[in-house]
Nanobody
Framework: QVQLVESGGGLVQAGGSLRLSCVVS????????MGWFRQAPGKEREFAAA????????HYADSVKGRFTISRDNAKNTVYLQMNSLKPEDTAVYVC??????????????????WGQGTQVTVSS
């Protein structure tokens, strides 16, 4: 069973930065596309960022483009989300996910096969 464990969340002031990490168990991490989603209280889970298996293709939601950077280290089975210029509206539980199939846009929840439990990010004004 593939397990995903996120870390790096916390409380930060507006304008600050955080770096999230997600470690994936198993031998096949380099075969997965990876994504970060977030869910604020009372709202649906939404796409934030995704990265292809090689790291060569990245996608971002408009709301985070220019502020967040997704990256991966296949030797460490880890995907990262560097979050800069944080805003109070970025407050959410951030969840990483792994997609087995190739060729998707990786924006949709249904494209992902494995999910972590999430890490809380709180941005104070």
């Amino acid at each position: 069973q593939v397990q995903l464990v996120e870390s790096g969340g916390g409380l930060v002031q507006a304008g600050g930065s955080l770096r999230l990490s997600c470690v994936v168990s198993g031998r096949y991490f380099s075969n997965y596309a990876m994504g970060w989603f977030r869910q604020a209280p009372g709202k649906e889970r939404e796409f934030a960022a995704a990265i292809s298996w090689s790291g060569g293709t990245k996608h971002y939601a408009d709301s985070v483009k220019g502020r967040f950077t997704i990256s991966r280290d296949n030797a460490k089975n880890t995907v990262y989300l560097q979050m800069n210029s944080l805003k109070p509206e970025d407050t959410a539980v951030y969840v990483c996910a792994a997609a087995v199939a190739y060729g998707g846009t990786y924006h949709r929840i249904a494209e992902y096969d494995y999910w972590g439990q999430g890490t809380q990010v709180t941005v104070s004004s």
